[in-house]
Nanobody, 124 residues
Framework: QVQLTESGGGLVQAGGSLRLSCVAS????????MGWFRQAPGKEREFVAA????????YYADSVKGRFTISRDNAKNTVYLQMNSLKPEDTAVYYC?????????????????WGQGTQVTVSS
């Protein structure tokens, strides 16, 4: 079955950096658009970034544009989220997700496969 496993979360001071990784198995990784979402306590899960499978086009939420970078390594079945200049409001559980759709989608309902999440905490 499909498994997505995130890692790389942790506690960091404001202004710091973290790199999240998500390793996928059980699917043809190179044929899946990959997304990162996050969910803070008491809030809905929100879109952060996505990268298409066909030509590695990327798309970001306005709140992270210029600070976060999504990338993928198809040889390693891994998608990354490099997070720089972190802010306390970036604190959340971060999830990676996969969809076979060719285009980038921001709706969580379009992603059938999800990881278990990794906690990112940014202290002020």
């Amino acid at each position: 079955q499909v498994q997505l496993t995130e890692s790389g979360g942790g506690l960091v001071q404001a202004g710091g950096s973290l790199r999240l990784s998500c390793v996928a198995s059980g699917l043809i990784f190179s044929r899946n658009t990959m997304g990162w979402f996050r969910q803070a306590p008491g809030k809905e899960r929100e879109f952060v970034a996505a990268i298409s499978w066909s030509d590695s086009i990327t798309y970001y939420a306005d709140s992270v544009k210029g600070r976060f970078t999504i990338s993928r390594d198809n040889a390693k079945n891994t998608v990354y989220l490099q997070m720089n200049s972190l802010k306390p409001e970036d604190t959340a559980v971060y999830y990676c997700a996969a969809t076979s759709l060719v285009v980038i989608v921001k709706s969580r309902h379009q992603y059938p496969y999800w990881g278990q999440g990794t906690q990112v905490t940014v202290s002020s």
